[in-house]
């Protein structure tokens, strides 16, 4: 079973509560889950959609075909009647719509009329809705109870029981109603969680002991400010809307500085003006996280849309040279991971640490039986309390074999903690001369290099292990690479995917490049214009790739869509 | 008890006879007279000869960058509230690079104290003019001298409703010294304003010329009047008064986020979480 619905609609209409709801009813009655949203910069009219796809499997992308289109304005249908499967229908309410349509695929009904008859308002004709699209799908109403009654319980018993007699309602009109209706559903597993990249983001911040978050909303990164913000009385968290990027990055330097462990977010013009602020994480060896959630540029570009533009700014952000890390995550549960582990490196060796993602991964709701959170990085490498009183002597910026001098915490013990953006000495202190500035920099730079270096896990590997075909993709095309790769499996190909951009991973737990080199077509994989990825890789082993798969529309990729151009590709090896 | 050597820090790098050294010493004795320990309190500084002070006075110091000392400031108050920290910062610096922030630590009213090291004139780039200079001052990069009216910090921190605003004078070091103290003392975000001759670059706002014309503000003077603050900070030309212009206990911020009530940021446990329980929201 593998089923896609597709809410459309008006900004103000409701498309994101019905897709919110329904993944919700679908994961709690124990399916797999995927959805994305597509949305306009506007808070009324526009057309936004929200697509969700069910599967009793595992499912990790957006696919065309659409079983279930649910048009609550015109323009749905103008755009995405063409993509019905053969048994695809259309649900709308010709009242609403002002029109009807004769066609087989469409299925009138009054959602408005049944609505205010249930005793509710116009609103909760997305409640029918949401009801008759469990109707179609032949699916038990008892789930979509359960979920209605948590979701609305501080509304109060009212609204409560107007939305289940509407649900109740659109789901037995259109199971008498929708004689076309053909899905079957099997019996499912036990009950999905469903978690939105920015939000696993956040939640890897909170459990790796992240204590202040300062941030200013910007597009796709305000979601994972508003999970940090929702956690902040319960895990105890200060989190600060700042007056302006650069004071959310100097704000989390200084509470870093302070001892504790903070972050910032923004998307791409947010972090242009944070890049100063970066550089001087990098020079006061302040551990900083940092999140990047792309949108397509350049300037304001397209806010709520998505690209993967942004990987060498990313890299070469912040004047002067310093060390860093850059992760991509290409799932939910990678980015949980990966921030955990952004947290860890920041702080392990006292430097900046990007967390790059975009509005795809951003806005994403990814399924799973359950997360394995007990791997997460949970060091403290802080200097505190006895441990710091107890030294005899005490230099920030003492010059170590390792290049990782002591972390102390201003105002903890007797020692001083000193450090400066300018260069400086051991204590701390503005140094102008020629080999202290030699010290500092192999200290700061090249000695912590290779011990970061060697912290980075190799690229991801399906499919084949001699593959005449490689597919190689970063960031949040992971999913979409899978299933395209899959679908293409009778083929002898596999998928690279990174997600531990830099420092670039070395070929010792796998090799990568004899891989590539031994395979007659190589296919690098971005959602931007120039090939950023294929950029760095080509600088940091001097691999070139065969052919390149670029999109920069700023709308992501679905299965059908990339394992076509894979396969157009593929078809002149 | 501690002694003034106490505070002795690296040798200071500024010109002979520059306004920094008064405000230095004056600040090396209310920290005695205070009985902060060095370790005790940290200063945030930025860019400019008044960033450099912190290495010239032993203490905590995160020498930032040119303009964002307050945000700095603002996430080390929040990580640890419990220690006292000072900003110490020139007019380009506080007053033109950083103002934005200047106008939200007024709002936040986060309680740390900003030493404004105000020359009228840029020193660490040899003499341009700046926000403070003075309408016509010439230099290499204002050929026909600066266009723009000079800036007024303390009608602004009036009209913020800054919950503490002074100005003191580097030439008078007893002054300046109560002033820092009383500053230092008030909860809430203060800002004092310091006259400090240039030696170098300002040849107009020299010593004598800032002598002439400051004068304490008459004891009779109620700094809790707001009307009556905003005409004194009016004052800048012929006369200029220097003391506490204006002051309005309000609650400050620290004491407005729940998370902090208990203790500070820094000192609470456990650092992580428990796993458990984190994802059923998500089901």
Known sequence: MDYTVKIGGEAGQGVDTVGTVLSKIFTRAGYFVFSHQDYESRIRGGHNFIQIRLSDRPVTASRDPVDILVALDRQSITDHEKELSDSGMVVYDAAALKEKFERPAFLNLPFTEIAVKQ???????????????????????????????DELKQKGE??????????????????????????TL??????KMLITGNEAIGLGAVLSGCKFYSGYPMTPSTGTFNFVAGKALECGIVVEQAEDEIAAINMAIGASFGGIRSMTASSGGGFSLMVEGLSLAAMTETPLVIGLAQRPGPATGLPTRTEQGELLFALYAGHGEFPRVIFAPGTAEQAVHLT????????????PAILLTDQYLADTSWSYDSLNLETLHTVDYRLRGDAFRGLRTYKRHALTGNGVSPLGIPG??????????????????????????????????????PLIKAEIEPPTLHGSDRPEVVVVGWGSTYGVMKEAVERLAPRNIAMLHFSEIYPFPNTQKLDYL?????????????????????????????????????????RPFTVESLSGEIDAHVGRV | MHTLEEYEGRTPAWCPGCGNFGIRKAFQQAMVELDLAPHQFTIVSGIGQSGKFPHYVRCNTFNGLHGRSLPVATGLKLANHAM?????CGDGDCYGEGGNHLLNAMRRNINVTLFVHDNQIYGLTKGQASPTSMEGTASKTQPFGALAQPFNPMVLAVAMDCSFVARGFAGDIDHLKELMKEAIKHQGFSLVDILQPCVTFNRVNTYDWYRKRCYPVETAYDPNDRVEAFKKALEFGERIPLGVLYQHQRPIFEEKVPVLREKPLVRQEPLFPRVAGMLNEFY
């Open chain 1, 119 to 149: 005793g509710g308002s116009k609103i909760m004709s997305n409640t029918v809705a949401t009801g008759a699209v469990l109707g179609m799908l032949g699916m038990d109403p008892a789930i979509a109870r359960e979920v209605i009654k």
């Open chain 1, 158 to 183: 009212q609204v409560v029981k107007a939305n289940l007699d509407s649900i109740e309602a659109g789901h037995a009109l259109a199971g008498r109603e929708c004689l076309r209706c053909s899905f």
């Open chain 1, 186 to 191: 099997p019996a499912a597993g036990q009950k």
């Open chain 1, 340 to 351: 955990s582990k952004a947290f860890d490196l920041a702080e392990k060796y006292q430097i």
């Open chain 1, 412 to 449: 903890d013990g007797q020692h001083l903690i000193v450090t400066d953006s300018d260069e400086h000495d051991e204590e701390g202190h503005i140094v102008e001369d020629a080999e202290t500035r030699r010290r500092m920099v192999d200290k700061r730079l090249l000695k912590k290099m």
């Open chain 1, 514 to 554: 004899a891989l590539l080199r031994g395979a007659k077509k190589t296919i690098c994989v971005e959602q931007n214009a120039m090939g950023k990825f294929a950029t760095l890789v080509r600088s940091e082993t001097g691999y070139s790739f065969g052919s390149h798969i670029l999109k920069y529309d700023g």
């Open chain 2, 84 to 88: 006292p920290v000072f900003v110490f």
